[in-house]
């Protein structure tokens, strides 16, 4: 998730697409680390998610778009296993793009924001 500079403000992007997909930070990790991993438990165990919550995402977000996001395999010699399909890799990376240039534009809101900041040795940087 990109940060504005360093400090106390971060900045996540989340929405809903036409009622059906929403879309935040979360949903995004989890495809990057299956993208990552090649297994959706293993994505799952990663973000410190359990696989019955990422599966479910998965479900969702299958669901929610023309093309899955994510194909699955059972089983076999070689074990199962899940990947990004080429909708999945797109869907990222227009997100990331969406939010480093959502980022970018109010950098300097961001920056106003942080001057009201209370600059006391208890907050930490999250």
Known sequence: M???ESGAIRF???FTLEGVASLGPGRIDLLDAIGNTGSISAAARSMGMSYRKAWRLVDD???SFC????ETAFGGA???G???TE???RVSEIYRRMERTTLEANADAIADLKSYLADTPDRSDG
């Open 67 to 70: 093309d899955p996001v994510v």
């Open 61 to 63: 977000l299958n669901r």
């Open 78 to 80: 070689r074990g199962g």
């Open 2 to 4: 990109p940060r504005a």
């Open 87 to 89: 909708t999945g890799r």
């Open 82 to 84: 899940a990947r990004l």
């Open 12 to 14: 996540s992007l989340a």
